[in-house]
């Protein structure tokens, strides 16, 4: 069995401070690690992904994460955030089965002061 | 460039009515489709999944069905709603069947069932 936890359900900080979202994942393999941005009423827009080799990804909108083995997480990071960075992260496991099932974490939602 | 359209894009409906949700892929051909349900707040579940026309697979029992008349159609459907049904429903493509491939999501359809 797959699955993901973001353990925090709510992050609060001041426009120009540094983010970091948390996302741990469960799977007995080599995982595919996403993650996506939906802001209020919208769809999901993908930032970026963790297939193999260099552990730092970049993605879209100046984010990027690290993929650690070791801790099995792969945290979102930005800085500086910005007012419009708020919206709602979800990180996703997609384990290799036949479906491409994306597993997704209950996402955490980022609020940035300005 | 690849676009990814979905009908209608709000839908209030009775308990016990039938539902038909449709989403279009343009600019792709025999991509992979999904389809996805969000409850309000939640996380994402993905429902069914194809790879090609004329096959649909089920991923979680929800009491709906889904079909792929054409290449680039993908259709939800339920003959009788449930209040659980309310939420949001997403498709989303992606270019093959490895697991490293990044899906990326439609504007959603907003189904409230009373």
């Known amino acids: 069995a797959q699955s993901v936890d973001q353990p925090d359900a709510h992050v609060t900080l001041s426009e120009g401070a540094s983010l970091e979202l948390r996302c741990s994942y469960s799977y007995s393999a080599a995982p595919y690690l996403f993650w996506y941005v939906q802001y209020p009423g919208q769809s999901l827009q993908f930032l970026l992904k963790y297939i193999t080799g260099d552990t730092v990804v970049k993605g879209t909108k100046g984010f990027e994460a690290e993929f650690r083995k070791s801790n099995s997480s792969f945290n979102l990071k930005k800085s500086p955030a910005h007012w419009s960075d708020s919206a709602k992260y979800f990180c996703?496991?997609?384990?290799?089965?036949?479906?491409?099932?994306?597993?997704f974490g209950k996402g955490t939602k980022l609020s940035v002061k300005s | 460039a690849q676009t990814i359209h979905q009908w209608p894009v709000a839908e209030i409906k009775a308990v016990g009515s039938p539902l038909s949700l449709g989403c279009t892929i343009k600019g792709k051909s025999s991509p992979n489709l999904y389809w996805y349900w969000q409850a309000t707040g939640g996380t994402l579940q993905q429902l069914f999944y194809?790879?090609?026309?004329?096959?649909v697979e089920s991923v979680v029992q929800l009491n709906l069905s889904a079909s792929r008349p054409k290449d680039d159609q993908f259709i939800l459907s339920t003959e009788k709603l449930l209040l659980s049904h309310s939420g949001f429903y997403l498709c989303a493509w992606s270019l093959g069947r490895g697991a490293s491939d990044t899906q990326y999501f439609g504007p959603g359809t907003r189904l409230l069932v009373l």
């Open positions: 996703a496991l997609e384990g290799g089965g036949s479906n491409a099932k994306l597993t």
């Open positions: 194809s790879i090609t026309v004329g096959q």
